[in-house]
């Protein structure tokens, strides 16, 4: 929707990047150095979204999601232009989807975001998120553009510095 309305007056377009999606299947160490060896780290936002499970363990973390975040969050600490949305649903769950374990480590790993600096958001149901989401991501594209703003250098202004090369300007 973003991309559709406002990418052209923005100069900017969101993709969405999932691994199942996005990522070939192949083989590394695990399953999570395959999905991280393909998604890289050519990305300048990270959403992260938890509801009924944590994910399958790696060799270092409870899950790839907990792997995935580590990462992410070590950028937002080190990466001031880069920006870190994190979300918990609160929709129901049917009791034969639960699984106690997967319930209990998203529960520790909301509790632990606070004191790693992380302020996250919790949903209701999927209206709810796609509302907090598209105002998120339109607000996300509005810094963005502020920040290509302000890199810009109009060629033609006396206060511009100048190439040292000669460069060509499309009019």
Request: net charge negative; aromatic share 10%.
């Amino acid at each position: 929707e973003l991309n559709k309305g406002w990418s052209g007056q923005l100069g900017l377009r969101i993709e969405l990047i999932r691994w199942e999606t996005c990522v070939l299947p192949g083989v590394g160490d695990e399953p999570q150095s395959v999905i991280e060896a393909s998604i890289g780290d050519d990305y300048d936002a990270f959403i992260g979204m938890l509801w009924k499970r944590f994910g399958t363990p790696t060799k270092e973390y409870g899950s790839g999601t907990a792997q995935e975040f580590d990462k992410a969050l070590s950028r937002a600490h080190n990466e001031p232009n880069f920006r870190m949305m994190v979300y918990f649903s609160e929709a129901s769950v049917s009791p034969s989807e639960i699984d106690p374990l997967q319930l209990s480590q998203i529960i520790a790993f909301r509790q632990s975001l606070g004191e790693r600096g992380v302020l996250w958001l919790t949903y209701k149901d999927r209206n709810d998120f796609k509302q907090l989401l598209r105002l998120h991501l339109a607000k996300l594209a509005q810094e963005w553009k502020g920040r290509l703003d302000k890199n810009l250098v109009n060629p033609f202004s006396e206060h511009s510095p100048q190439p040292e090369s000669k460069t060509a300007f499309p009019i």
